[in-house]
């Protein structure tokens, strides 16, 4: 079964730290990984987006890495910002000639504290 | 073009009441999906549009639920006879057919049945 997992559930950073959230996937083959960010009461907000020949994509402080053969991805947040404190958002897309799919993870919840 | 538009960003209405949402895509994407997002979750896939034809229906698509997008543009989500169950955060993304990228995401429309 196509499934996406996301560790931590929830997260709490100091201000100006760092912090790493984890995403496993079970999904095969598969397109494109993203990571949306969602902030509370709004649509996702794509950050990355990596093909399966990807390793790594960057996006200012956030910096998404994946890793094909064991099917893990992570996002890395770098001197966390107020801003930052929102749901992190695993996605794996399914090859294009699916009609549809995304297989959505269930989110990370980050609160940054200062 | 502004993306992804929904309207109202919340609808509370009574049990058993009908409710109609609108989204408008971004201009030259064929492709519309509807998702439903509760608390905690990440989003289901409701159904998708190629154009005006409805390609796909989730099973979370009880036959209270029907979709439209009469014109290829806009997309209305109607739910007939709103149960307390309904109450959740629908969201509406477009795409171009063939890409894997460019999946935009509107800022949801909230649902709260009383």
């Known amino acids: 079964k196509n499934q996406v997992e996301q560790s931590p559930q929830s997260l709490i950073i100091l201000e100006g730290k760092n912090c790493t959230l984890q995403c496993n996937y079970t999904v095969s083959p598969f397109s494109n990984l993203r990571w949306y960010k969602q902030d509370t009461g709004r649509g996702p907000v794509s950050l990355t987006i990596m093909t399966f020949s990807e390793n790594t994509k960057s996006n200012g402080r956030y910096t998404a890495t994946l890793d094909a053969d064991t099917k893990q991805s992570s996002l890395h947040i770098t001197a966390s910002q107020l801003s930052d404190s929102a749901s992190y958002i695993c996605?794996?897309?399914?090859?294009?000639?699916?009609?549809?799919?995304?297989?959505w993870g269930a989110g990370t919840k980050l609160i940054i504290k200062p | 073009d502004t993306g992804v538009s929904q309207n109202p960003r919340h609808k509370i209405t009574k049990r058993g009441q009908n409710v109609t949402f609108r989204c408008d895509p971004i201009s030259e994407h064929n492709r519309l999906y509807w998702y439903r997002q509760t608390l905690g979750q990440g989003p289901e896939f409701l159904t998708y549009?190629?154009?005006?034809?409805?390609?796909?229906k989730s099973r979370l698509l009880s036959d209270r639920f029907s979709a439209e997008r009469p014109k290829g543009s806009f997309s209305t989500l109607e739910i007939q006879r709103t149960e307390q169950g309904d109450s959740a955060m629908y969201l509406c993304?477009?795409?171009?057919?063939?890409?894997?990228?460019?999946?935009?995401f509107g800022s949801g429309t909230r649902l709260t049945v009383v």
């Open positions: 993304a477009s795409s171009l057919s063939g890409q894997a990228y460019g999946y935009t």
């Open positions: 996605v794996v897309t399914l090859p294009m000639d699916s009609n549809y799919q995304l297989i």
């Open positions: 549009f190629q154009n005006e034809a409805q390609l796909e």
